[in-house]
């Protein structure tokens, strides 16, 4: 593929291992981007960022209008919804979701009136006069999510200001197949840069720099002339050479600071925060235009893909439609995201989600064997976090999570770098899947059964509470029992005692009576 | 006289040493058993009785008196690999008169046919029914620890164990299976 000779403007750093795969980004980059017809059906799914699962705000039989807010963030960390379309709300109920085990979750479906009315937009042409609050309320109320793959709520990874010195915009775009940044990039280089610069205000001063792969020349000379255009000299474009997994946070981090970020730690303790720059053209639209999150550039390609490109698709477009839209048939096998990280769909209903960075349509292919592990320590040398895979395997195979814990399972960025280089067909990051996943759930477990434990003791000491006051209870109405009676029988003796006075001072007055009669 | 200073420099090593120890033995003593805690902190907190104990404390006494290891359904054959890791015992199959290790349930109380007797939540270990005299009794389900407990004393038998379902949330990776053949040479 044609490489840019253009000459990075900072010093680029190494990072380890990484792999050059086949990269397949031709296919899709060459067009101009396209729309779509407007899909009759959308299927939103309320649980499509990091965070907690919206909260619907619209019922069935609603008519809605584009962008309007259909469901509602769930305190701070979650996200706004918004109609992709103008139309009706057919069903708020569990339905296919685009997730690796194919269950249903629940879902708003919208049925489109193809009238594509917007609702009233706040636009904002002097963003400058806004402050740092009401930036981020609109960015919050937008829904806009990390559009590199992780959907983190933006508002939460620009909440924190202090000690941040360094925005990258990431565009490396490192997976094979995908070419939506690519593609963004030549298109929109002005508006990202202006996204960017939205963001560079939330800072008091703030350095920016733009990291992209050098297999992107077309990319790299858009922004050069976007920068020219907006006269924005202080931004630094970084050219780092392709290799995958540079696009992935950290590693992007390293190429162009030459610092890891610490173990367990956020970029933000580098004084670095970095966002996708499909994120910054989407801070763009929501604060500029005033329009929500309602739609994204996707990557559509593969090889059963008949009109491979990039398309503007509204979320919550089911897989389906985007397949008869691309006339392609022959494939059978979908896939969302990219070959290294991407998952199967196991259910074309489901639609798409602010992450749906790429869509690959392909023919079933039968998996190569898994073989033995020969100890050939290839995934060590490809992998960019500096872990021991195989390692990680046999423990994950065995498991033995806290083994793996012990080998920093959990800062495996799953690129999938070690799978793609065994020599034995090992599908290594799905055990490494399989070994976080036991242990989060475990993790869980082991608080349930921390606050049942609590409970039972809570209770157990209630109880014997509640027993040592009753017998306190009996005691003391024994005791005022003891008493009543004690008193009762000195009254009867003063009575006694009243009674034989009386007696004696009758018997005296009868005596004198009879003395002197 | 080699002999005596030898004999005396060691008599007063061991008077500083048994000073340092008796120090120690009351500066840093703990309090309970820690070990009970420790197995405890292994079982699931079901509080079921099915070891035969009344609760999960208990059980933890008895093993660390020297009670087996395998008489813990809801904990599995994985608690027993984590009770003898603990305490350096070997690892044996479950006690299968204790019961079987099923799926993680919850209690669910068919609403209308409750009389609002109080019997299960007497009956609860964990405090997780909620109810009063005559009126209708529910499950708190997030703090139900599935112990079977509450069925057996319900006069009007509307308590059914519901197996918990998999959600999004809980939902777990399974065996590897591989994507799509990218394994060409760049």
């Known amino acids: ?517 | 006289m080699d002999l005596i200073t030898a004999v005396i420099i060691l008599s007063f090593l061991a008077l500083i040493f048994g000073a340092i120890l008796g120090f120690a033995s009351i500066k840093f003593k703990v309090e309970g058993d820690p070990i009970v805690d420790q197995i405890n902190d292994v079982l699931p907190q079901t509080q079921c009785g099915q070891c035969g104990y009344p609760g999960c404390k208990p059980y933890a006494q008895a093993i660390a008196n020297g009670d087996e290891i395998n008489k813990c359904p809801p904990g599995g054959e994985a608690g027993v690999k984590a009770l003898a890791d603990l305490l350096g015992r070997e690892i044996i199959p479950l006690d299968e008169e204790r019961g079987e290790t099923g799926p993680v349930t919850v209690a669910y109380i068919r609403e209308d046919e409750c009389i609002g007797c109080t019997k299960c939540i007497q009956a609860c270990p964990v405090d997780a029914i909620l109810g009063a005299p005559k009126l209708m009794h529910t499950v708190i389900v997030d703090e139900c620890t599935g112990c079977d407990l509450c069925v057996e004393p319900c006069p009007v038998d509307c308590i059914d164990m519901l197996e918990v379902p998999e959600t999004i949330s809980n939902w777990k990776w399974q065996q590897p299976e591989m994507k799509i053949d990218f394994k060409e040479v760049s």
Request: charged share 25%; glycine share 6%; aromatic share 6%.
């Open chain 1, 1 to 517: 593929m044609e490489r840019s000779t253009f000459k990075s403007e900072i010093p680029i750093y190494q990072i380890p291992g990484g792999i050059h795969p086949a990269e397949h980004k031709t296919e899709s980059n060459q067009a101009a981007i396209q729309k779509l017809p407007l899909g009759k059906e959308f299927t939103i799914n309320l649980k499509a960022q990091a965070g907690k699962r919206c909260l619907p705000v619209v019922s069935v039989g609603d008519k809605v209008l584009k962008g309007q807010v259909i469901a509602e963030s769930d305190g701070i960390f979650s996200s706004y919804q918004h109609a992709p379309t103008s139309g009706t709300i057919t069903a708020i109920e569990k339905l296919p979701i685009a997730h690796p085990s194919g269950m249903k979750d629940l879902c708003i479906r919208l049925e489109a009136d193809s009238q594509d009315q917007w609702c009233d937009l706040k636009a904002t042409k002097k963003y400058q006069e806004l402050n740092r609050e009401q930036l981020l309320a609109r960015i919050f109320e937008a829904g806009i999510v990390g559009l590199g793959g992780a959907s983190f709520p933006s508002h939460i990874k620009l909440q924190r200001q202090d000690g941040i010195k360094t925005l990258i915009l990431n565009a490396a775009e490192c997976e094979p197949y995908i070419s939506c940044d690519d593609r963004l990039l030549q298109e929109h280089s002005k508006q990202i840069l202006e996204g960017a610069m939205v963001i560079a205000q939330l800072y008091d001063d703030i350095e920016v720099i733009v990291g992209i792969e050098d297999n992107k020349p077309k990319a790299i000379q858009a922004l050069v002339d976007a920068r020219e255009a907006c006269n924005k000299k202080n931004i630094k474009i970084a050219v780092v050479p392709t290799k995958y997994p540079s696009g992935g946070e950290k590693q992007l981090i390293q190429l162009l600071t030459g610092k890891e970020v610490p173990k367990g730690g956020l970029p933000a303790d580098l004084g670095i925060v970095m966002h996708n720059v499909a994120t910054c053209f989407a801070i763009y639209e929501a604060i500029i235009e005033g329009k929500p999150l309602i739609k994204r550039l996707v990557t559509l390609t593969g090889e059963g893909c008949n009109q491979p490109g990039n398309y503007w698709v509204p979320i919550g477009t089911p897989i389906h439609e985007l397949v008869s839209a691309t006339n392609s048939n022959r494939a059978n096998h979908y896939i969302m995201g990219g070959p290294m990280m991407g998952f199967d769909i196991q259910n074309t209903e489901a639609g798409i989600i602010k992450a749906t960075n790429c869509v690959i349509m392909n023919q079933q292919n039968p998996r190569d064997a898994e073989m033995a592990c020969i100890r050939c320590g290839a995934c060590m040398d490809a992998c960019p976090a500096s872990l021991l895979p195989q390692q990680l395997y046999w423990h994950a195979k065995s498991d033995e999570f806290e083994k793996a814990e012990e080998y920093d399972l959990f800062d495996c960025i799953e690129c999938g770098a070690c799978a793609y280089v065994c020599p034995s067909n090992i599908p290594l990051v799905q055990y490494y899947r399989y070994a976080k996943s036991s242990i989060r759930n475990q993790r869980v477990e082991k608080s349930k059964a921390d606050k049942a434990r609590e409970r039972h003791e809570a209770r157990q000491e209630r109880l014997e509470r509640v027993k040592r006051e009753k017998a306190e209870k009996h005691r003391k109405a024994a005791e005022a029992r003891r008493k009543a009676a004690e008193a009762a029988g000195q009254d009867d003796a003063k009575k006694a005692a009243v009674a034989a006075a009386l007696a004696r001072v009758q018997a005296k007055k009868k005596n004198q009576k009879e003395e002197s009669s």
